[in-house]
């Protein structure tokens, strides 16, 4: 133990008395029973689910980007890489005139967690010796959180800029990509494994490190497959015409077809709500990255109104998808595709009000970045400038919403988006300046540091 004993609070037991006055007082109110006979049959949602606002969201939209038939992350946590993708496949597309095409998740978390391994390994190197105990909230919070499938919009150009992309036909999906959660398991055992003799013996931790990254390359192509050092690549485009570039590697590939489009200049902004963190200034998590000396992970936290703005112009005047990562489970209809903040009314049916706000929610971890999409439509209004709802490309199939596009209602945007990735050319200049000024870093474990 370190220091004196924690002093614990004397907890009050619930008495058979009080169990007896919840039970008399539940009886006693017939909506209560009412309540109880619905969702036990029927679950909760079905009896929430608000039938007024979910028949009257439209599903019509003033702007839309045609991304084509929606992806599939499978039961992985790549919706950071679908989603960036997403992106970079609508402008591959138009650059090769193609109705169809998808580029492999597979060789972007490929390269992904085999960077991570390096990173995580040198970053454990670091604490283990400035002498960071093993059971400090950063070291553990190290450990539990380490190879993971989730990512930022940052982490996932380093991958691109590094490394490049391949089409999905040339490095498929294997039974390891789609179902992620054994091979991270050993990932995560292997690493768990290698901080515990980095700890035994420091004198050896280079070739600890040397050794485990050897160790993860090999686990990871006997899950994943070996990815291509450089492909074959032909296409017949959307007016029969056929094309041949011949042999091109994959970073090539990348700067050919997507590079016109400038995606890793973007920057991410953030809506941080918490009052400590000033608006227009820049934020960063410790700890955070993929790609050892790659761009570090920071934002730019804005208004949630400006972050509007830029998401409508770029839909709109640009016709190009939008990146961006939100808290994505409150007041989701996943089948119907629909998000609405009064779209289930859970308060109603408990008798409980659920008021906390955004900030509230951030600060008591009841909300946090999630899971990240595109955003490939909007509905304005006649004004020219007021948003209405939005057109969201996801990666969860075409089985689900409208063939795997969901709808946004504005208030829901204000909600439970948290970021963004817009081009910088679109920040005014008291914004351009702030990305110039060091970042205030946040600890690890900060609700903004949350992966998608």
């Known amino acids: 133990m370190h220091g004196k ?3 614990l609070p004397q907890l009050e037991p619930l008495s058979a008395n009080r169990l007896d006055t919840l039970r008399h007082d539940f009886d006693a109110n017939k909506s209560n029973r ?15 689910r608000n039938y007024d606002r979910a028949r009257l969201l439209q599903r019509r939209f003033s702007t839309v980007v045609d991304n084509g ?14 989603s960036s993708l997403n992106v970079a496949r609508f402008v591959a597309k138009k650059n090769m005139s193609l109705k169809e095409f998808e580029f492999s998740q597979n060789y972007a978390m490929y390269f992904d967690k085999l960077e991570r391994i390096n990173y995580f ?3 454990m190197a670091g604490l283990i010796r400035a002498g960071e105990p093993v059971d400090s909230r950063l070291f553990q919070h190290m450990l539990h959180d380490v190879m993971g499938d989730g990512g930022q919009w940052t982490m996932a150009m380093n991958i691109y800029k590094k490394y490049g992309a391949v089409p999905k036909s040339l490095f498929p999906e294997t039974e390891s990509s789609k179902n992620t959660s054994e091979m991270n398991t050993q990932l995560r055992r292997l690493l768990h494994t290698a901080v515990a003799h980095m700890q035994d013996n420091p004198n050896e931790i280079d070739e600890i490190i040397a050794r485990t990254v050897e160790d993860g390359h090999r686990m990871l192509t006997i899950h994943l497959g070996e990815p291509p050092k450089s492909f074959h690549w032909e296409w017949t485009d959307a007016d029969g015409a056929f094309h041949r570039d011949g ?9 050919k077809y997507v590079g016109s489009a400038d995606l890793d200049s973007y920057v991410c902004l953030v809506d941080d709500p918490r009052k400590e963190h000033a608006k227009g200034t820049k934020i960063g998590i410790e700890h955070l990255g993929n790609v050892a000396g790659g761009d570090p992970t920071e934002y730019l936290n804005v208004p949630i109104e400006f972050m509007k703005d830029c998401v409508r112009t770029i839909l709109v005047e640009q016709g190009i998808p939008v990146w961006f990562g939100a808290d994505c489970h409150p007041m989701m209809d996943r089948q119907d595709g629909a998000w609405a903040t009064d779209l289930f009314e859970y308060g109603e049916v408990y008798g409980v009000d659920f008021d906390m706000d955004k900030e509230q929610r951030v600060r008591f971890a009841d909300s946090a970045m999630n899971h990240a999409m595109a955003f490939v439509g909007v509905d304005v209004d006649n004004d020219g400038t007021t ?17 795997g596009y969901f709808t946004m209602a504005d208030d829901w945007f204000d909600q439970y988006v948290f970021e963004v990735a817009v081009p910088k050319a679109m920040l005014p200049e008291e914004y351009r300046k702030a990305l110039g000024e060091p970042a205030t ?11 998608a």
């Open 5 to 7: 004993e924690p002093v």
């Open 34 to 48: 009412m309540a109880m006979n619905a969702v036990t049959t029927a679950g909760i949602n079905n009896v929430a």
């Open 69 to 82: 038939e929606a992806t599939h992350q499978d039961h992985s946590g790549r919706c950071w890489l679908f």
């Open 121 to 123: 390994m040198q970053d």
């Open 247 to 255: 042999e091109i590697t994959p970073v090539e590939f990348w700067n």
């Open 387 to 403: 948003t209405r709802r939005w057109r969201v490309e996801n990666s969860w199939g075409t089985k689900i919403a409208d063939k």
């Open 441 to 451: 870093m946040l600890p690890a474990w900060d609700p903004m540091g949350a992966l």
